[in-house]
């Protein structure tokens, strides 16, 4: 699946941007977690995504510098539960209060449109948190809540008067298939048997006995070790506040 320009504000994008298509890695594998409600864990210290939010990107000016961020927007005003006996999610209430809004920069950002264009570019450093007072730059969601990931390409304007054109310098595009529940624990035990198949870190929980993986809903893939550092983002920016502040 490719994605055109999606920028949701009106009027022209600047040249820099207005041609950027980008495409979701992985695609395949995404379609199968969503068709059985794809659930990301998220802990007081951190969890990276699975499947990684990995992309491949074209139509940048090859000598412009970009900055390439995401951020997570709750899909709707409800909270969760599972239900076991039914196998699926039920409302049980309005959502929590909405926490605090950050971007995660990729951590090679900027970088030139070359660069970003010639290899995938993939969000592994991305960590996802529950904990309202994290101080590490990782993302704050609320479990038992949908979210959807959003990807943006903000152009590193060079002339002074940048900041009278930051809504013309980002684009932004969101894949519905990357959609997802925030839960503290896998509740649906289909999602912990795709991610231990298809999750190479995941490989000390696989056996040849199909009874045996059968894991119980709240098993938890194990970390992957040797963590790259993240950068802390700041909280409450927008694509336009990032073009204004470059």
Partial sequence: QVLINGGSLSGAKAPQVSGVRVQLEMHALWRQFDQLGTEMI?????????????VQISGMDPAAEYVLLMDFLIVDDK????????????????????????MHFHPDSPACGAQWMKQTVSFDTLKLTNNLLDDNGHMILNS?????????VVYVDPTPDSHANAHRNFCSFSFPETRFMAVTAYQNHRITQLKIASNPFAKGFRTTDPQDRCSPPNLEIRERAGDRSLRPVGISHSPIQICLHL
């Avoid at 699926?88 to 605090?100: E, F, H, I, M, Y």
């Avoid at 038992?144 to 943006?152: D, E």
């Fill in 42 to 54: 998220v802990t007081k210290a951190g969890r990276r995504m699975f499947p990684t939010f990995q």
């Fill in 79 to 102: 909270r969760y539960r599972y239900a076991f006996h039914s196998s699926s999610w039920l409302v049980t209430g309005r959502a929590d209060v909405v926490a605090p809004s950050r």
């Fill in 144 to 152: 038992m809540h949908r979210y959807q990931p959003r990807f943006h």
